[in-house]
């Protein structure tokens, strides 16, 4: 038989053991809970970068929106339509990301003609008659918009022509007190007339649309329209406020004018 004393001992150790299964249960549990924690929590962390990514989706798709948006009232504001206007169906969009307008082939541009497009002269002087400065006549894309199909082309300056949506009439004529325009102006009316009588449309395009361009433009209202030199300067200051024809053009002109007033009154007395 177990005394006092051997019972309280066997009591302690029974109690002890106890107490270090319960222990062992409340660790076991607590690592299972932790086992359990670490999906969810990886979960968390999963869903938390989806949502981060929809959200960063979100942010992107409506910066390019906004790009859009500013591209259209861009292009409202400079009065042109991004589809369906002029020839644009034809432009295969191989120039959007070129560096020199001048030359497009290269990867560098020593002219920053980009920069001008917006101040540089772009008027249309008769129905499918435009005039232009230098820089205006080499945006591919602007001058497709207007339907322009001829090039009457005065800059004397080397550049790209774009001969695949284009058709070019290159003269070589210099701002000096020698140079004799008049003895190009048959070659040139005859260009414009058959470019309107074919129903495209031709750009004069000349360095500043202030002098020489305007001559040619001039030359064809007084032998074609049979406007005289006058009202053809009146009509062009109309829109060119700062048209400024050398002197030495300028007597040309008259002489011109003055010599198809004379044909066309002895072609008035003979009728």
């Known amino acids: 038989m177990l005394n006092r004393t051997d019972k309280s001992s066997q009591f302690r150790r029974t109690n002890q053991s106890m ?3 319960s222990k062992k249960e409340i660790i076991s549990d607590q690592k299972s809970r932790k086992e359990l ?4 929590e990886d979960e968390r962390k999963m869903l938390g970068s989806k949502e981060s990514e929809k959200r960063s989706q979100l942010k992107i798709g409506s910066h ?3 790009r859009k948006t500013l591209r259209g009232q861009d292009d409202e504001e400079k009065g042109t339509k991004v ?3 002029g020839r644009l169906d034809e432009y295969g969009e191989e120039e959007e990301d070129t560096v020199c307008l001048r030359f497009p082939h290269l990867s560098f541009c020593p002219y920053n003609y980009q920069s001008q497009l917006k101040e540089t002269l772009f008027v249309e002087i008769q129905p499918g008659i435009y005039l232009c400065g230098f820089a205006m ?4 894309k602007y001058l497709l918009q207007k339907a322009v199909t001829n090039v009457l082309n005065l ?7 774009r001969t695949k ?13 020698d140079e004799d325009i008049k ?4 070659i040139s009316n005859r260009f414009i007339r058959e470019t309107l009588l074919q129903k495209g449309k031709v750009l004069i395009h000349c360095r500043d649309g202030l002098n020489i361009g305007p001559c040619f433009i001039l030359a064809y209202l007084i032998n074609e329209i049979k406007m005289p030199l006058k009202l053809g300067i009146e009509l062009l200051q109309s829109f060119i406020p700062l048209l400024d024809i050398a002197v030495h053009f300028y007597k040309q002109l008259e002489q011109y004018d003055l010599e198809k007033l004379a044909l066309l009154q002895v072609k008035t007395k003979d009728s």
Request: aromatic share 14%.
């Open 19 to 21: 107490e270090g299964a």
């Open 37 to 40: 924690a670490v999906p969810q």
């Open 64 to 66: 390019q929106q906004s």
């Open 83 to 85: 589809i369906g206007e």
């Open 137 to 140: 006549g080499l945006w591919t």
């Open 155 to 161: 800059t004397s300056m080397e550049y790209t022509k």
């Open 165 to 177: 949506y284009f058709r070019y009439l290159n003269i070589d004529v210099h701002n000096t007190s």
């Open 183 to 186: 003895k190009h102006f048959r």
